[in-house]
């Protein structure tokens, strides 16, 4: 059968991510027209714009903060409950024309993982607040792929984090240690699989 369009966005720009709220009623999208949207299934709620494109979001578990990463390297949070405010801002420690490529809050809210769309691509872990008005530069953990850096995600603890590569490399960190674990060492970590 034929496709049918349920929403269009965006203007002319790429679409560059994507999230969910945590309760599935609404999502996050932001792209290459230096917006940030919330919308239902059914209509756009909110748009708000920002200074460079955005290349990645995720939203809180707990509803407070969404968070975004842009085409320059700056990570931003916005008020889901106050027309996408920004409400903290920092630039991470890759270089301005790095972009992040990926991006996940913690299950418990109190970090922020991210990576960069490089050659051998670090992860970034930055410190945040309940509300996610405070951001702070944690560590970054060179994990040792071989290629750009492109999905990273958290398991179920905020623990452990796992990113694959765009050449089907994995890893697995552990984050308070700053190790990095062998995947055949990985069996016990239980991973959200959030998208």
């Known amino acids: 059968g034929e496709a049918t369009i349920l929403m269009h966005g965006h203007y ?6 994507l999230c969910v709220s945590p309760n599935g009623t609404r999502f996050v999208t932001c792209g290459g027209d230096k917006t940030v949207r919330i919308w239902t299934l059914d209509a756009l709620i909110y748009t708000s714009t920002i200074q460079e494109d955005g290349r990645a979001c995720d939203w809180s578990s707990n509803s407070n903060f969404i968070v975004l990463g842009t085409i320059n390297g700056k990570i931003i949070t916005l008020n889901p409950s106050d027309k996408l405010t920004t409400i903290g801002e920092l630039q ?12 996940k809050i913690s299950p418990n809210n109190q970090l922020i993982a991210f990576g960069a769309h490089m050659g051998v691509s670090p992860v970034e872990i930055m410190r945040v607040n309940e509300q996610g008005s405070d951001l702070q530069k944690f560590k970054v953990i060179n994990i040792g792929l071989t290629s750009p850096l492109i999905h990273v995600d958290w398991d179920i603890t905020s623990t452990y984090l796992v990113v694959n590569s765009e050449k ?3 890893g ?15 069996s016990n970590i239980c991973l959200l699989y959030t998208s």
């Open 172 to 186: 697995y960190v552990n984050v308070p240690s700053g190790s990095v674990i062998e995947p055949s060492a990985s």
């Open 12 to 17: 002319q720009e790429e679409l560059w991510g």
């Open 168 to 170: 089907f490399g994995l």
């Open 92 to 103: 991470s420690t890759f270089e301005k024309q790095q972009w992040i490529e990926d991006i």
